[in-house]
């Protein structure tokens, strides 16, 4: 009897155990902009990472790490968080230095701008609830918070009544099921655009003494690479910055050069121009860079990197897949967006990319002058020749055929990442009259509702929905692109 008891008591334990699990994976925090950033760190295998890059949103939204392992092989990782202070920035390098060992660090400058020495409740959770090891979070937590109120991090369940609200079924898929975070580098990718005048930053001179505390931390950073004989490089990254921000930046130049530490302020007019950035279309908000704008940089950036230390190149190796996979997602992701923007056949054809993209064409009429007054389907690689009024077809790394049934009424259907697709020529007699349709269906809703010339369905190769566009000849005979909205 008393061993069935224990039987009983072991299995209502493990039970609990595996549900307190789930809540506790269900409620904690995360945020792709702090605790995701380091909790898939500790992921990375490890000495795989060759740059690691320390700071806030201004390193994490405005370096891409496709870029660096595209153009020139550097496997990188942005461990940040939102207006990250130098405090937390050192003890997230304390705690990558446990499984990496780095060829070049990078330290962002921008919270040499941030005057208090405490941070708001947000940004303190963002910037220290990730870490592992117990004794380096409290440290964190403690250099964040005043004394007061530490303990509200110390013990972060007891603000899990703050997330309810926040929890949903798509933020639990995307975390726990998006195959996108098994090759996560840090990266917040953003396609907002806002336009800036470019500050007039030639004119701003002198220096302003930065906050003590954060002084104190940058300098623990430094000499704690030096002792780790890690190369270690600081950068400030531009932005619509005010006289006051730029001459503090000033001073924590003078800090790098105690150390003899190269530290590049890219908030200049000579940096703009050589980087090309148009503070019309290239940023997200005042601060930040937005995708078109972190491409330019990060192209930029890797060029100074490369001069001042040679990283490994390591495009083709095998280990290092997870930043292929990276490069391939982003670049997907850029992808999409260009083909859902685009507002024009030109801008179409030079957003469809062959190596990303999967499209189904459907043909309902004017194909012929389509083909006339465009090369669109040519630069697409479709044998336009080969197109026929009221076809489907799929179009799959430059192989295109016809999929639908012969005949005029006739349905195509198939799964696209799980999301039921359907294209259809139907026929139906109504008030003693045969009426053709054309629908195509995604996710339970009809996308056509003007059965004129062409329609394409673009998706890409993780199964992510770029696009649906209507191609017509208008009556001025011109071709148009029509978006078709995705919701």
Not at 151 to 168: C, G, M, Q, T, V
Not at 179 to 204: I, M, Q, R, T
Not at 322 to 334: H, L, M, Q, Y
Not at 405 to 423: A, C, H, M, P
Request: proline fraction near 2%; hydrophobic fraction near 35%; aromatic fraction near 14%.
């Amino acid at each position: 009897m008393r061993k069935k008891g224990l039987v009983s008591l072991a299995i209502v334990l493990t039970v609990g155990c595996v549900f307190m699990g789930y809540i506790y994976k269900t409620l904690e925090f995360k945020t792709a902009n702090g605790t995701l950033n380091i909790k898939y760190f500790y992921e990375q295998e490890k000495d795989t990472v060759d740059l690691l890059v320390l700071g806030s949103s201004h390193a994490y939204m405005n370096i891409n790490p496709a870029v660096l392992y595209d153009e020139y092989g550097i496997s990188s990782y942005m461990l940040g968080g939102t207006n990250q202070a130098f405090w937390n920035s050192y003890y997230y390098l304390t705690e990558a230095l446990k499984t990496q060992h780095p060829e070049l660090i990078i330290v962002e400058g921008y919270a040499a701008n941030e005057i208090s020495d405490y941070r708001p409740h947000g940004q303190i959770l963002n910037n220290t609830l990730g870490i592992k090891d117990k004794r380096t979070r409290v440290k964190a937590i403690f250099a964040s918070s005043q004394r007061n109120k530490a303990d509200d991090y110390l013990f972060d369940y007891r603000l899990w009544h703050s997330r309810y609200e926040d929890i949903d079924e798509a933020g639990f898929r995307d975390y726990y099921v998006s195959p996108s975070w098994s090759y996560f580098k840090g990266y917040e990718l953003h396609f907002e655009c806002a336009a800036y005048e470019k500050p007039n930053v030639d004119d701003f001179q002198g220096l302003i003494n930065i906050n003590q505390k954060e002084e104190v931390y940058f300098r623990k950073i430094i000499e704690l690479c030096q002792r780790e004989e890690i190369p270690v490089m600081v950068i400030i990254a531009p932005w619509v910055l005010s006289e006051n921000e730029q001459q503090r930046n000033n001073y924590l130049v003078t800090i790098a050069e105690e150390y003899r530490v190269p530290c590049i302020n890219y908030n200049s007019n000579e940096a703009y121009e050589s980087i090309g950035l148009d503070f019309g279309s290239d940023m997200v908000d005042g601060g930040h860079l937005n995708y078109r704008g972190g491409r330019k940089f990060t192209s930029f950036l890797g060029r100074d990197i490369q001069n001042y230390v040679t990283l490994t190149d390591h495009r083709g190796d095998g280990r290092y897949s997870s930043w292929e996979k990276c490069s391939e997602d982003i670049n997907a992701r850029i992808s999409d967006f260009e083909v859902d923007f685009a507002g024009s056949w030109e801008d179409l054809a030079n957003a469809y990319d062959q190596d990303i993209h999967t499209m189904y064409l459907y043909t309902i009429s004017d194909t012929g002058r389509i083909c006339e007054r465009t090369d669109l389907f040519s630069q697409m690689g479709i044998d336009e020749g080969s197109l026929q009024d009221g076809r489907l077809y799929l179009l799959d790394k430059q192989f295109c055929r016809q999929i639908n049934d012969e005949g005029v009424k006739w349905k195509y259907e198939t799964l696209i990442n799980g999301t039921y697709f359907s294209v259809e020529n139907d026929l139906s007699v109504i008030d003693s009259q045969i009426v053709s349709q054309n629908l195509m269906y995604f996710d339970e809703k009809q996308y056509i509702n003007d059965a004129r010339g062409a329609y394409l369905f673009v998706y890409d190769k993780f199964g992510a929905w770029a696009g649906i566009k209507q191609i017509r000849v208008n009556a001025e005979g011109d071709v148009e692109v029509i978006k078709i909205s995705k919701y």
